[in-house]
């Protein structure tokens, strides 16, 4: 099955300068990589994804970005501000397609210090 | 948007309990998920169905069962609940289908279960 590491546990940064966030994944015939975005209290919401047969993905002051060769994709934020303090989760669904659930990273807590 | 509704925030229930937790979702989701989440431990697929009656099991089930009876409701059941099983559980849905778009997974609020 899929495995994913996600990289790091947590990850302090100074408001104003950039995050980035790694995951490496295990099969190769994974093509589809969403993050969500889990705020305290609340359940985890999808905020970007990126398929396989794209290499970066931007929407505003977040961005992804994929190297196939390599099986790892990253998560970059811009300008952090305040309300990006939260858990980052990355996943990854196999080609046979998302019935049986993502395989998630174990996620990356995100401060962002004032 | 989607909604999806979990019976309960908190939840403290004692060893040996049988446990149902509830969730459904307004979005006429073919496939809906159960996850627990532990520190350091990410999110780990407990059960999944993507369909009334039918269910799989994820990669943690032992001690769990689930239910599906109607399309929008989704239920795990802790038949005897132990100390172990004190968690967050996250239940979740997704459309369904071939298109990428439909595998987004939508998540409830959460359960907070405590097993004393």
């Known amino acids: 099955g899929e495995n994913v590491e996600q990289h790091p546990s947590t990850l302090s940064v100074q408001e104003g300068d950039s995050a980035v966030i790694k995951c490496t994944y295990s099969?190769?015939?994974?093509?589809?990589f969403p993050w969500y975005k889990q705020e305290l209290g609340k359940g985890p919401q999808l905020i970007i994804d990126?398929?396989?047969?794209?290499g970066e993905k931007k929407d505003q002051r977040i961005a992804v970005t994929l190297n196939k060769t390599a099986k790892h994709f990253s998560l970059h934020i811009t300008e952090t501000q305040p309300e990006d303090s939260a858990v980052y989760f990355c996943?990854?669904?196999?080609?046979?397609?998302?019935?049986?659930?993502?395989?998630f990273g174990k996620g990356t807590h995100l401060i962002i210090q004032p | 948007d989607v909604k999806v509704t979990q019976s309960s925030r908190y939840l403290v229930k004692r060893t040996g309990e049988k446990v149902f937790l509830e969730c459904v979702q307004d979005?006429?989701?073919?496939?809906m998920f159960w996850y627990r989440q532990d520190p350091g431990l990410g999110l780990r697929l407990i059960y999944f169905s993507y369909d009334v009656k039918m269910k799989e099991k994820g990669d943690i089930p032992e001690g769990y069962s689930v239910s599906r009876e109607k399309k929008e409701r989704f239920s795990l059941i802790l038949e005897s609940a132990s100390t172990n099983q004190t968690s967050m559980y996250l239940c979740?849905?997704?459309?369904?289908?071939?298109?990428?778009?439909?595998?987004?997974?939508?998540f409830g609020a959460g359960t907070r279960l405590s097993v004393l």
């Open positions: 990126i398929r396989s047969n794209v």
């Open positions: 099969d190769s015939a994974s093509n589809y």
């Open positions: 996943a990854a669904i196999p080609s046979g397609g998302g019935a049986d659930g993502l395989t």
């Open positions: 979005m006429d989701h073919e496939n």
């Open positions: 979740a849905s997704s459309l369904g289908g071939a298109a990428f778009s439909k595998n987004i997974q939508y």
